[in-house]
């Protein structure tokens, strides 16, 4: 069983039914959606973790960081565009109220202030749970921001369609599970990590992005998050294109791990957008490969299992 990010007509459903039609189920918040995997009451789960437009979803990179570890198996980008939604008959100068997960607001925020600068706006659940509660004949809230999809599943008119201040956003999702057997490298595939520095000199984020840049690893992502031990204390969230079964990434790996107060391995899985990364000389698997060989022959000995 797959949990998402529910209820039903989520943003994150819709990228779920581009991903599989296995049987699936919705939960409430993200940190339910990871609580029911670690616990084992489902296979795997599904949340957004990057918005192009408002960057990362820190629900997910908080409670992935630093919750027991799970592991990204999938992701999936899907464009997102929103709607409008309101009870029938409900004009737009009847909207004083709306609902909707704040993620969308940010992207969202320019209309609204343009279009309805009367409204005041609340950010809560997600987009579809806000299209539920604006749904229901007793609500407090006149409208929602929400997928098409949703306003169409809860019985709402779309009084404006694409909303959205960027019309080219786009949300990544990722399918998490147990640590377990990763799937296997494509060549074009990411590496999600949680990098946990020492604090006690200068320096020690240079040396995190040296172990990346010394072995030819590009980043696609990195953003700092609060530890939330100590005020100022900061973690770095990186992506980096590779998988763990490639030399140079398990280099840059090990090195984290020789540098770092800890790192946290959140999984290599293929890219959704099937980019292949650009190797420059001297870091290819090849390359790897002859220089372990070269050792083998300095020191004499038999080549080893690698
Ligand atoms: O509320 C939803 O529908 C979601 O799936 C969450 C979410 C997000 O967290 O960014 C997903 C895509 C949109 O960017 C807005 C909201």
Redesign the pocket.
């Known amino acids: 069983m797959i949990g998402y990010?529910g209820p039903a007509g989520?943003?994150?459903h819709q990228a779920l039914l581009t991903l599989t039609d296995a049987e699936s189920t919705p939960l409430a918040t993200v940190a339910r959606v990871l609580d029911a995997v670690r616990a084992g009451e489902i296979e795997s789960g599904l949340v957004?973790i990057e918005?192009s437009v408002?960057g990362g979803?820190s629900a997910t990179l908080d409670n992935l960081a630093a919750g027991t570890p799970l592991v990204i198996v999938a992701e999936v980008l899907l464009p997102?565009s929103f709607v409008l939604a309101v009870r029938p008959g409900t004009r737009a100068e009847d909207v004083k109220r709306i609902l909707t997960?704040p993620?969308?607001y940010a992207?969202t925020r320019d209309w609204i202030d343009q279009n309805l600068p009367w409204a005041t706006v609340t950010e809560g659940g997600?987009?579809?749970a806000a299209a539920a509660a604006v749904a229901e004949p007793d609500s407090t809230f006149d409208g929602a921001i929400?997928?098409r999809v949703a306003a169409d599943l809860y019985g709402l008119d779309c009084l404006a369609t694409d909303i959205a201040d960027n019309p080219d956003?786009v949300?990544r999702f990722v399918l998490v599970r147990r640590p377990g057997e990763l799937p296997a490298p494509t060549g074009a595939d990411k590496t999600t990590l949680v990098a946990w520095m020492h604090t006690d000199h200068s320096g020690a984020l240079l040396e995190i992005l040296q172990q990346f840049a010394m072995r030819g690893v590009n980043l696609t992502r990195i953003e700092s998050r609060p530890t939330k031990k100590a005020f100022g204390e900061y973690c770095f969230s990186i992506d980096a294109e590779g998988h763990i079964g490639e030399p140079r990434m398990r280099g840059t790996l090990k090195g984290l791990h020789r540098i770092c107060r800890a790192v946290t391995f959140l999984g290599s899985y293929p890219r959704a957008d099937k980019v292949r990364p650009k190797i420059a000389r001297g870091f290819t698997d090849a390359e790897y490969a002859a220089a372990e060989g070269w050792i083998d022959d300095v020191l004499g000995r038999a080549p080893k299992e690698r």
């Open positions: 990010f989520t943003f994150t957004p918005n408002e979803v997102v997960h993620h969308a992207q997600s987009t579809a929400c997928a956003a949300t």
